[in-house]
């Protein structure tokens, strides 16, 4: 598709005055790309087309256009993200960096690269859900050219697709994009499987589609002799993974899988819906327990639909759906539908109850430091079937299938979850591990007595909320333990040099102790002696209570705080000692960081890193630009500005601090603000020894409870 075409398209459905950014944004990207090719052997700037086109296929506005031609110019090319704001404003910046890949960043695994980008992407597609639709479009794209890479890359994508993309897309509601992804990888991960059923398809395909022809005119010469309701029926084939899924499902071959096609039924009205479907039941018995009514109870990705399945003209089972245009069109392509048709402030509040899901798991995802159990559990929250259970006020609650009362209590919230003690369901009490069905009433029995969780309830819990929360009570449970343990060994100690805990506690010499072996709080020291990391006859001789050769020498040991006396600041300058150098305050490098050397008029050298937006004023003087590198020899402190993203909440920089006094790291500044959707920016300014060292601090502070988002400050 050429600029002409893709702007033919989008002008079919918009007259956005602003269509011009296409354009812009397709000759800027086809200039970034030029001379690159995919493996296929393609020009490079095909692909971005491609998605693009696909976007304008959901009818997607302007600026997700625009986006999509540039979504891969910043991760291939040597433009920038600054650049593209520049140039396209701060929207499209934003959702070309969501789409960008961490490439920059050093990981330990495939896994653990694999799990921040994906953070990163749901954070971001929190912000504006127009992210993961361009990284849908792109997936969907890439997944069509896959036959041109190397068949460990197509296992792996097909892989990751399969586990991430089709369930998020089902998620979305947006099942055309989720049923080629499905069908897609399918093929790649089991070829033999898919060319055979595919094969076995097309062979009872023309006795199939008789059936359903015939099936379909029953139903609209009734309609039409019965009631004046103008309708559109026709026949919708399964998809082949969804029937190799059946048939795993339900352990049976090809030959006894009958529902091959299903018949759907498009009216005007919700009345209509329920008229026909009453017509359907009349020509056709249905069958028991395979009613579903999605329209009276949406599923969580705004499907509504009315599902029923019946007995056919040949005694066949036959699955029929009845729906309005507008369930119909939310069907196909889902929240990009909604986007695009949003409008007001009411569409934009039931918009963002759509999406609770979404913040909900960036919410329970927050506590998972560990790669694969980030994975494991974010494939739990995309997992696809649901079940849909009442609270005792009728309250709808959706849970994932095989959903536990557990699960349910920390659904409706964590104290909850923590006091459970017993559940009644249906009126009747059940075992903790009952796995609720669709129309259960729920009540929660809780007690002020609870002592909590139990760790069984890990083995059947199915929400990730329910068990991160789980996890995280015998987590503090234990550093309770510790500290307790550290406490007594520390009494103990104390008792023998005749000096009592609490009264050292109460003038502030405990705590002056803990300062100087490191620790901000005495809850800190304790749990460190507790862990043995400490020893009790430290902590008495850093209180004055033993007075032996040890005690000189822990003085003369005693770490001091470093100070820049040294005019190299732990840089050294190229052909050239002893000169006076100077860390630039609009970047603050730290070792790791590729520098570049500035030499000023009367401040000796200033030193920038090479991404400073500064440098590329610099170069135009390049004879006063010397080559600098980290003295690794030398030991000096660097200042760094970190960036945090949090939820505002009571205790949230008391945290903050904690962690990093717990890293012996020193704050020389800080600056925090709240935002009027209950968000808090707070920018932290550290002495840190290097990159590894500032990376190491950024891991820690994302452990936080509240934390969104940390990342180190863009230079000035």
């Known amino acids: 598709m050429n600029l002409q075409d893709l702007l033919e398209k989008i002008k079919s459905y918009t007259n956005d005055p602003d269509l011009d950014i296409v354009g812009r944004a397709y000759e800027f990207a086809r200039k970034a790309h030029e001379g690159q090719f995919r493996d296929s052997g393609e020009p490079f700037f095909n692909h971005p087309v491609e998605v693009a086109e696909i976007l304008a296929e959901l009818e997607l506005d302007v600026i997700t256009i625009a986006a999509a031609l540039l979504h891969d110019v910043v991760e291939d090319t040597d433009i920038t993200i600054e650049q593209i704001e520049e140039e396209f404003g701060k929207e499209i910046a934003l959702l070309v960096n969501g789409v960008t890949k961490l490439s920059q960043i050093a990981f330990k695994s495939r896994e653990e690269h694999q799990a921040e980008n994906l953070r990163k992407m749901f954070l971001a597609m929190a912000k504006d859900i127009r992210v993961i639709l361009i990284k849908l479009a792109d997936r969907l794209h890439n997944m069509r050219t896959l036959n041109y890479t190397a068949p460990e890359k197509q296992k792996r994508k097909a ?420 000169l006076f150098v100077r860390l630039s305050r609009c970047c603050n490098p730290v070792p790791g960081d590729e520098i570049i050397g500035y030499v000023t008029r009367g401040r000796g050298v200033s030193v920038h890193r090479k991404d400073c937006p500064n440098v590329k004023t610099l170069l135009k003087e390049k004879e006063r630009c010397v080559n600098v590198s980290w003295d690794i020899d030398r030991i000096e402190t660097y200042q760094v500005e970190l960036e945090l993203e949090a939820m505002n909440q009571c205790s949230l920089l008391n945290n903050i601090t904690s962690v990093i006094s717990e890293a012996k790291v020193n704050i020389t500044a800080i600056n925090a603000r709240t935002n009027r959707d209950g968000t808090a920016k707070i920018n932290i300014s550290l002495e840190i020894s290097s990159l590894e060292h500032m990376n190491d601090i950024i891991k820690r502070l994302r452990c936080i409870d509240g934390i969104l988002d940390v990342r180190r400050a863009n230079p000035t």
């Open 159 to 578: 892989e990751e697709t399969l586990e991430i993309y089709a369930p998020l897309a089902h998620r979305l509601g947006m099942f055309k994009i989720k049923w080629e992804l499905e069908d897609l990888s399918f093929r790649y991960l089991e070829p033999k499987k898919y060319y055979d059923l595919a094969r076995k398809v097309a062979t009872t395909r023309k006795e199939r589609e008789k059936n359903i022809e015939r099936a379909i005119r029953t139903i609209k010469e009734k309609i039409e002799s019965e009631t004046n309701i103008k309708v559109e029926i026709y026949g919708r084939p399964k998809h082949l993974y969804s029937i190799y899924q059946k048939m795993l499902r339900q352990k049976k071959e090809f030959s006894e899988i009958y529902d091959l096609t299903a018949i759907r039924i498009i009216v005007n009205t919700v009345r209509e819906c329920y008229e026909v479907l009453g017509i359907v039941h009349e020509l056709w018995k249905p069958i028991p327990g395979r009613f579903k009514d999605y329209i009276a109870m949406p599923k969580s990705n705004m499907y509504q639909s009315l599902h029923t399945t019946v007995i056919g003209p040949k005694g066949d089972p036959l699955e029929i759906q009845i729906r309005t245009w507008d369930m119909h069109r939310i069907a196909e392509y889902g929240i990009a539908a909604h986007w695009r048709y949003k409008e007001g402030k009411k569409d934009i509040e039931e918009f963002d109850r759509k999406l609770s899901w979404l913040r909900q798991l960036l919410e329970w995802q927050k506590d998972l430091q560990d790669a694969s159990e980030f994975m494991e559990n974010l494939k739990i929250d995309l997992f696809e079937d649901e079940v849909f259970v009442f609270t005792p006020k009728g309250d709808v609650v959706s849970l994932p299938c095989h959903a536990t009362p557990v699960d349910f209590a920390f659904f409706i919230h964590t104290e909850i979850g923590m006091s459970c003690v017993g559940a009644k369901v249906n009126g009747k009490i059940v075992p903790l591990e009952y796995k609720l069905e669709n129309g259960d009433i729920v009540e929660i029995i809780t007690s002020k007595n609870s002592t909590g969780p139990s760790r069984d309830w890990l083995k059947f819990v199915k929400t990730s909320k329910a068990r991160s929360k789980i996890k995280r009570w015998f987590k503090r449970l234990k550093q309770e333990e510790v500290t307790e343990r550290g406490k007594q060994a520390l009494e103990e100690e104390l008792k023998r040099h005749r000096a009592d805990l609490k009264s050292l506690e109460k003038s502030g010499e405990l705590e002056k102790a803990a300062n100087r072996l490191g620790y901000q709080r005495v809850e800190d020291l304790l749990e460190a002696i507790g862990y043995n990391k400490v020893t009790p006859t430290q902590v008495a001789v850093k209180l004055g209570l033993v007075q032996t050769k040890e005690t000189v020498l822990d003085k003369l040991t005693q770490k001091r705080p470093i100070r820049r006396k040294s005019v190299s600041k732990g840089v050294r300058v190229e052909g050239v000692d002893d």
